[in-house]
């Protein structure tokens, strides 16, 4: 975090909604005088988080808009550059972008749906941090968030592309945060499990410990604030996924074979 008494410098990819929205009006409102960098595709929605953030803030926070796809790498680097011209180097980057869909492997419409998800949830993860690490390095301060998802802990059926890349996001972060260690940077791993957000509304089956997007924004802020390697929340849903990672292969995919799945892209209700 940034010097004492001083307002921090945060990143938030993702921000044009959901988690990145709530992260941000999180900051505002523990923060007030935050400089916030929002990066999004949509400028409309992230011109609405803006004004969000400053009714957090009581108008102190200064929130700049950065319309962007994380997929492009250019562009994300581009952003970085702005941000840090207007806010100096970040005390916070959350890598926050991700999307879902369900995919099925040898369905042809699936492949690009599968390259697109990974390419957003996984890859977008170091081109994101990239264009900070050196000032951050140079001040010796700061922390690299990265959401990661329960659905990483284990394989889910109809789910490959995105479990997958929120497995791979979890690898990737372990091993940045070994690759920081003693440069004064840390890296986070925040998994979230059920969260109310535009993502989750249309999932057509159970939600266990379904939590709102602000109650999930407050923990998240806190737990990176404290330096919290890895945390799952809600915390309940860490004892379900430990529970599920040591369930031997044979009861795990009998117990799933028949789990309801995520709607695929263009796929019929």
Do not use: C
Request: charged share 20%; glycine share 10%.
């Amino acid at each position: 975090m940034s010097a004492a008494g001083s307002a921090p410098a945060v990143f938030v990819t993702g921000a044009s909604s959901g988690l990145g929205a709530a992260l941000a009006v999180a900051y505002a409102r523990r923060h007030p005088a935050v400089r916030l960098g929002l990066l999004g595709r949509r400028e409309s929605a992230l011109a609405e988080v803006a004004e969000a953030v400053a009714q957090a803030s009581g108008g102190r926070a200064s929130a700049i808009a950065l319309a962007a796809d994380v997929t492009d790498s250019r562009a994300l680097a581009d952003a970085a550059a702005r941000f840090m011209a207007e806010a100096g180097a970040p005390d916070v980057v959350v890598a926050n972008a991700g999307i879902s869909a369900g995919t099925l492997t040898g369905e042809p419409a699936d492949a690009e749906v599968f390259r697109r998800i990974v390419q957003t949830n996984l890859i977008a993860l170091p081109d994101t941090f990239a264009p900070f690490i050196a000032p951050m390095r140079a001040r010796g301060s700061g922390a690299l968030v990265g959401i990661a998802s329960v659905a990483g802990i284990r394989g889910l059926p109809g789910a490959s592309a995105y479990s997958a890349s929120k497995a791979a996001a979890i690898s990737y972060m372990e091993s940045l945060r070994v690759e920081l260690r003693g440069s004064g940077l840390r890296a986070i791993t925040i998994a979230p499990g059920y969260i109310r957000t535009p993502m989750t509304a249309g999932n057509r089956y159970p939600m266990p410990f379904l939590t709102d997007a602000d109650v999930f924004a407050r923990k998240a802020v806190r737990a990176i604030e404290a330096g919290r390697g890895f945390v799952v929340i809600p915390w309940q849903m860490r004892i379900v996924a430990g529970l599920l990672r040591g369930l031997p292969n044979a009861v795990f995919d009998r117990l799933f074979a028949r789990a309801p799945r995520k709607a695929r892209v263009g796929a019929a209700d």
